[in-house]
């Protein structure tokens, strides 16, 4: 009997403590989104409880994210798209740092972005007291929290343009994203123009994977902007981010390295042109062009097509074989005012085949303006110390640390993390300032005819 009457008070206890036990529900309402030199990765959850709660202690909260498990650091009141607001109905929670291989979020093979969870709950043994109610569970969670996100990609204008295929029947689209700033729209001068190509893995038809993917956002960040100067002194420069269904790289023959002209030959020109040519305030004669792998071969490939149209080209770790350029387009080049960026242990594009033997050829070309930042390998800048794959040269552009090139002879490349080299190209402390100072002028008449 006194068995029985233990399993009956053990049984009411657990009644009245499941009694007492609530469940508080929150609804998901925008993830904000970072992105560093190794991916992007999500860094602020917005939610909306059931109830108003003020002054939440983080601590108690865990936030699982692409199946990751991250801790709270803080926690403010605000509006539904994280902006603070102390009378605000929803809560932002920002997160620790996630960092690493794999740590960020990933596009599908349509080009788009894929499913993404998100699970906010209490830490094993916490409750959350709200006023006289006593919560031990968090019901919060979504498969799809990248269907809406806050990003620097929001700083962006998005459009499309619609033009031929090249050595292809057929027309395609283009999308792309600019970065305009008023402060340059309005001061009635001139201004200059970077464009930046994705690399094999940020094509589609989402916009924001290209500017993601590979830390573009980087180059309206104040650190780069500051190196770039429009007609009427004003700091600043116009960024256009295009981006093709599939790859710069793919040719009516297949994917090519400089056999056959780019599917998108034609049609990125058409585009690049369209946009100039609706902002008469964009200079003409400052228009600088980049890339990365896929995008750097697109570089080279306008370049070749498209001589002294382009002011300054940064091609990084370009994927345009050296073998299929002429000696022709050797002669071309050789005019252009070209920065390479590469790392020597990059095994997806050896430098040793692409831009490295071109530059050589350039050099007894009589090139007067190419360099080539040559690094030894990637060492991390938001991640110190951290080595990352050969291949992501990129991140040594977007973390503004391209400040010396090679010697400019076609002898032996000596590899260099100090900057890529030791020669500061016409005495300019980086990249951006080199890119800046270039201005297309009229070629000169030898034999005029009256």
């Known amino acids: 009997m006194k068995t029985l009457k233990s399993i009956l008070a053990a049984l009411a206890m657990t009644a009245a403590a499941t009694a007492g036990a609530q469940t508080l529900k929150m609804e998901p309402q925008v993830t904000g989104i970072t992105t560093s030199?190794?991916?992007?990765?999500?860094?602020?959850?917005?939610?909306?409880?059931?109830?108003?709660?003020?002054?939440?202690?983080?601590?108690?909260?865990?936030?699982?994210?692409?199946?990751?498990?991250?801790?709270?650091?803080?926690?403010y009141p605000s509006d539904s798209r994280g902006a603070y607001n102390p009378d605000g109905e929803y809560l932002a929670l920002g997160l620790d740092r996630l960092s690493g291989w794999g740590a960020g979020i990933s596009k599908t093979n349509e080009g788009v972005w894929g499913d993404y969870s998100v699970k906010v709950a209490l830490k094993p043994g916490k409750t959350l007291k709200v006023g006289k109610k006593k919560f031990t569970a968090i019901e919060c969670e979504t498969d799809n929290a990248l269907k809406d996100f806050i990003s620097e990609a929001d700083y962006f204008n998005k459009g499309t343009y619609t033009g031929r295929l090249t050595g292809k029947p057929g027309d395609v689209t283009?999308?792309?994203?600019?970065?305009?700033?008023?402060?340059?729209?309005?001061?009635?001068?001139?201004?200059?123009?970077?464009?930046?190509?994705?690399?094999?893995?940020?094509?589609?038809?989402?916009?924001?994977?290209?500017?993601?993917?590979?830390?573009?956002?980087?180059?309206?960040?104040?650190?780069?902007?500051?190196?770039?100067?429009?007609e009427g002194g004003e700091k600043g420069a116009y960024v256009l981010s295009v981006q093709c269904p599939t790859m710069w790289m793919g040719t009516s023959k297949g994917f090519g390295h400089g056999e056959y002209p780019s599917l998108y030959a034609d049609v990125l020109k058409s585009c690049i042109d369209s946009f100039v040519e609706q902002r008469p305030d964009i200079d003409?004669?400052?228009?600088?062009?980049?890339?990365?792998?896929?995008?750097?071969?697109?570089?080279?490939?306008?370049?070749?097509?498209?001589?002294r149209y382009f002011a300054a080209a940064y091609p990084t770790?370009?994927?345009?074989?050296?073998?299929?350029?002429?000696?022709?387009?050797?002669?071309?080049?050789s005019e252009e005012n070209i920065w390479f960026i590469q790392s020597y242990d990059d095994t997806t594009v050896e430098a040793k085949t692409h831009c490295i033997p071109t530059f050589q050829r350039l050099m007894k070309a009589g090139a007067k303006n190419v360099w080539m930042s040559m690094f030894?390998?990637?060492?991390?800048?938001?991640?110190?110390?951290?080595?990352?794959?050969?291949?992501?040269?990129?991140?040594?552009?977007?973390?503004?640390?391209?400040?010396?090139?090679?010697?400019?002879?076609?002898?032996?490349?000596?590899?260099?993390?100090?900057g890529g080299g030791t020669v500061a190209p016409q005495g300019h402390a980086n990249l951006f300032e080199w890119m800046n100072a270039q201005v297309l002028t009229a070629p000169e008449i030898t034999n005029p005819r009256w």
């Open 37 to 75: 030199e190794i991916s992007a990765v999500v860094s602020l959850v917005v939610v909306k409880p059931e109830i108003k709660i003020e002054n939440l202690d983080p601590s108690i909260l865990t936030v699982n994210t692409g199946g990751k498990e991250r801790n709270v650091l803080n926690i």
């Open 174 to 230: 283009l999308t792309y994203a600019s970065y305009e700033p008023w402060s340059l729209r309005g001061d009635g001068a001139k201004n200059p123009l970077i464009i930046w190509l994705h690399g094999g893995g940020e094509g589609g038809k989402d916009v924001s994977i290209t500017l993601l993917g590979n830390e573009v956002v980087s180059l309206i960040r104040p650190e780069i902007q500051s190196h770039f100067t429009s």
């Open 284 to 307: 003409r004669n400052r228009i600088y062009i980049g890339g990365c792998s896929n995008g750097g071969f697109m570089t080279m490939h306008m370049l070749m097509r498209n001589p």
């Open 317 to 333: 770790c370009e994927a345009y074989l050296d073998e299929y350029i002429s000696d022709c387009e050797i002669k071309v080049l």
């Open 376 to 418: 030894e390998s990637i060492i991390g800048v938001d991640n110190p110390g951290q080595q990352i794959m050969g291949h992501f040269a990129w991140c040594y552009v977007f973390n503004d640390a391209v400040t010396l090139s090679q010697e400019q002879t076609d002898g032996e490349v000596k590899p260099s993390n100090n």
